[in-house]
Every structure is written in C-alpha cells, then in structure tokens.
C-alpha cells in the first residue's frame, strides 16, 4: 500500500514523502522520511480491506488462485466487522460478543449463519445472496487445487464488493451503526509501550469512511487506478 505521509518531527510546512507498506498482520511501520527521521506510524485501515487489497495485488499480478483467496477472506473478515459493529450498537458486551465469536472463528459457514441472521434481524431483510456457481469456485481453489482465470477472478471479485457494498448501504440507513462503523477504525490501532505513535487514516478503496454514494466504481475501475498507484 503506497501512503503519502509527513514526519511528525518535520517542520509543518516541509512537504509530505510516499511510502511503501505491506501488508501485514497489524497496522504499525516503522518509516524513515527523506531528512533521516525515524518514526512509528499507526495506518489505521480495516482487516477486510487489508485483505481486498492484497486481492487486488494478487490479480495485478496474475496470482489468480492467491486473489480468489484473499478476496474470500476479505469479505469473511467483513462478516466479522459487521457483526462487531452491531452487536456494539446494540450494547452488547464486548466480552460476551469475542466469547460468542471465537466458538465459531475457524468455521466459515457458521459465520454467514451467524451473519445472515443477525442482518436479517436488524433490517427485516435477507443479504445479498452470494452467487452459488462463485461459492463453487472458490471451494475448487481453496480445496481443489484449482487455477481460475483472470475472468474468474473479477468476477468473484465483483460479488464480494457487492456483497460489501450492500451490507454498507444498509448499515448507513441507521445512525447508530453508521456512528459504530466510523468509531471501529480505531480498534485497529495498536498500543505502545514507547507512548502514542503517529496515526494515520488510510483512504479506503471501499467506502466505510465516506457516503455510499461516493463509492460506485466497478471492481475493473478500481482495479485500474489501484495498478496506477502502485506504478508511481
């Protein structure tokens, strides 16, 4: 992921330097700015959309088999936010909600009950119906050794999107879980023993810190501006 950052120990009119992070399991760097300054910068963006963007790599890159993989596991991670944001919402303990979780983490299936359930609860109607022939697809990749296409792979990456995307026009329908969605940005930030590091706000390719209608490109348009941005 290429971010445009400035040094928090710069002068504040000095201008801002790119910087190449990958993707990894948290969200801290350490970078080191043109001036020789090295800090600790906290990127704030979520799991799901760490994930999405490394599909997003992967198919850049003609990794099909890696892309359909990470795309699955993007909107799994999704899954989970959602259910975090609602259950949040609803005041729900965050004990009893990461207790409730972790008895279904490593069982993908039980995670789109649990999720299809509690989206039907909160909005009197089913999710987006991820496609059967995809859901097909991704079992031959993960479990069958299979090698998709390139057209494989947007087209399961277009339904991840909009599955996501779906479930974000829903949730901005109500004020309290659009408020907890914008507040779960900050519980990807990691604690420090040295004291608070520089934090930055990723932008986010799919729309969860913006209005739903600000956020309509195809998977192909993002696709192309993600290539040119890794290009520069």
């Keep these: 992921m290429r971010l445009l950052m400035h040094c928090p120990h710069c002068e504040p009119g000095d201008e801002s330097f790119p910087a190449e992070v990958p993707p990894k399991n948290d969200c801290v760097y350490q970078l080191k700015c043109p001036k020789g300054h090295i800090f600790d910068v906290n990127v704030l963006v979520h799991r799901f959309e760490r994930l999405f963007r490394t599909a997003l790599s992967a198919l850049i890159d003609e990794y099909y088999r890696e892309s359909i993989g990470s795309f699955a596991a993007s909107y799994e991670r999704f899954i989970e936010l959602f259910v975090r944001v609602v259950m949040n919402a609803r005041d729900v303990d965050k004990g009893s909600t990461a207790q409730s979780w972790k008895s279904i983490s490593r ?13 039907t609860l909160q909005f009197r109607r089913p999710p987006e119906r991820f496609p059967d022939d995809l859901v097909q697809l991704r079992n031959k990749v993960v479990h069958q050794g299979y090698y998709p296409d390139r057209e494989e792979c947007l087209s399961y990456g277009e339904a991840v999107l909009k599955c996501i995307r779906t479930a974000l026009d829903a949730i901005s329908e109500s004020r309290e879980l659009r408020s907890e969605l914008d507040r779960s940005i900050n519980d990807q930030e990691a604690s ?23 956020d309509r490109k195809s998977l192909a348009e993002m696709l192309k501006s993600y290539e040119r941005a890794r290009s520069l």
Excluded at 192 to 208: D, F, M, N, V
Aim: hydrophobic share 30%.
């Design 192 to 214: 420090s023993k040295e004291g608070p590091r520089y934090t930055y706000l990723a932008y986010s390719l799919i729309g969860t810190n913006r209005a739903p209608d600000q």
């Design 107 to 119: 069982q993908s299936e039980r995670q789109l009950g649990a999720f299809t359930m509690l989206y």
